[in-house]
Structures are given as C-alpha cells and as structure tokens.
C-alpha cells in the first residue's frame, strides 16, 4: 500500500521525482569516488557515466526515443533534460563571468579560449566527415559538440539540426567531458598543471567547464575556480563564433 501511494505520488510529480533520483545519483557518485578512488574519479564523471547508462537502459527497455524519460515515472527528465534547462544553465553561466576577470589571464589566457574553441571544434568536425558526415549544418553541430556538450546543442538549435545530430553532439560533449574529468589528475604534474595561471590556460583550452572543474577538483581544489573561469568563456566564445564564423568556414568546404 505504502509502495503504490509513494509510486502514485512520484508518477504525478515526475519533474520533482527527476531531480530527486539525480539528487540521490549524484550523492551516491561522489560517494563512491571518495570510498573507492580516494577521489582520483570525480563524482561528477561517476554520476555522467552512470546516467548514460540508465538513458540507454530506460530507451531498450521501452524501445522508446527519450532514454529513461520513456518510463512513466520517470517522464520528468525530459523536462529536467529539455532546452528550457539547458538555456537556463547557458545564461546562468554567462551571468557568472566577468571580463575583468578574464584580463587576469593575460594575453595567453584570452588565445587559449580561442585556440581551444577552435581545435576542439576541428576535431570533432574532421571525426563527423570520417563517420560519412557531409551536411555543413551536420558537421558544425557535432564540431561544436565537441567544444561542450551546451555549445552543441546550442548550435544545433540556431542552425536547424536534426534531433540526431543534436544527441550526437552532446554525446561528444559528454565522452570530453569524463575524459577531462579523470584525466585532468594524472597528467597535472607531467604538463605543469600545479598553479593559478596554468589552471587558467588549461580552462581555455579545455573548455568543459564540468570536466575541468572536477578534474581539478580531483587536482587540487585551490584551482578549480582559475580553470572554471576560463572554461566559463569558453563555452561562450563557442556559443558565438560555432554557428557564424566556424559554420561559414565550414559550408565553404563543403
């Protein structure tokens, strides 16, 4: 009885059941990052992969096309998940940076951000025309997925993406994210990653503000907020120049 009252209550509630279930998923993860990888794996990389896991689960399960949100109980995350949250996080980011800060980087902090925006959106156009991608419109949004999983999505939108090329975007956003996640502490002290200013440069040429964040969180704590800062332009500066300049360049050679 106290099962199917919990159960009515959570279906008619999806969107509070949604961030409940992440709230728990994301206490669990770092959870386990403490007690199991004494923090080397961040929680935020754990939580990632582990959503992934049940969004794939939830759409073989119902054989649906939203992930878990095809599940009644859990039809929440389609909101939780949609564009309104995703723009609302883009403008809460954006409200975060001040360009007074940025100047703290110096000269090598602002190419940095370029430089990253534009290698990483380079690789993941080049990987999209190895996958048989010959759409400009295909291929920018998946270049820019590969900046961060927002800018993706976020280009995909202005340019009129299919919803696939969208998800294919910010899977590559997600796939860099975890990646910086866990790698970010095992090549910090190879690459120098030990003060403020090289947590700057790394932010701008990495770029997830997610990834970088956890990864120096995992790092040294005292970085994350040079690195985030950096980052934090960066998934702007992608915003902008990944569905004009970059996708202009782009439908040239193509």
Do not use: Q
Request: charged share 10%; with cysteine.
């Amino acid at each position: 009885m106290i099962v199917e009252t919990l159960e009515a209550v959570m279906t008619k509630n999806t969107l509070i059941t949604a961030f409940l279930v992440v709230a728990i998923l994301v206490w669990s993860s770092y959870y386990l990052s403490d007690k199991l990888t004494r923090g080397h794996i961040h929680g935020s990389a754990i939580a990632i992969a582990v959503g992934l896991v049940l969004a794939y689960v939830g759409g073989r399960y119902t054989d649906g096309t939203r992930g878990i949100a095809d599940i009644p109980l859990f039809a929440g995350f389609a909101i939780m998940g949609g564009a309104m949250f995703r723009d609302f996080a883009i403008i809460a980011t954006a409200f975060g940076a001040n360009l007074d800060e940025l100047k703290k980087a110096g000269f090598i902090g602002g190419v940095s951000v370029v430089t990253g925006v534009v290698l990483s959106f380079t690789v993941g156009a080049v990987t999209a025309v190895a996958f048989g991608y010959s759409d400009a419109v295909a291929i920018t949004t998946i270049g820019a997925g590969a900046a961060t999983y927002i800018v993706g999505p976020v280009t995909g939108t202005a340019l009129g993406a299919d919803s696939d090329v969208i998800a294919l975007s910010v899977a590559a956003g997600l796939i860099k994210s975890i990646l910086v996640m866990i790698g970010t502490p095992l090549v910090a002290s190879r690459i120098g990653l030990t003060n403020p200013h090289s947590a700057m440069i790394y932010g701008g040429l990495m770029g997830t503000t997610s990834g970088v964040a956890a990864g120096l969180a995992a790092t040294d704590p005292k970085l994350v907020p040079y690195g985030a800062m950096t980052a934090t332009f960066y998934t702007g500066i992608g915003c902008l120049i990944a569905p004009s300049a970059l996708f202009l360049v782009v439908r040239t050679f193509t």
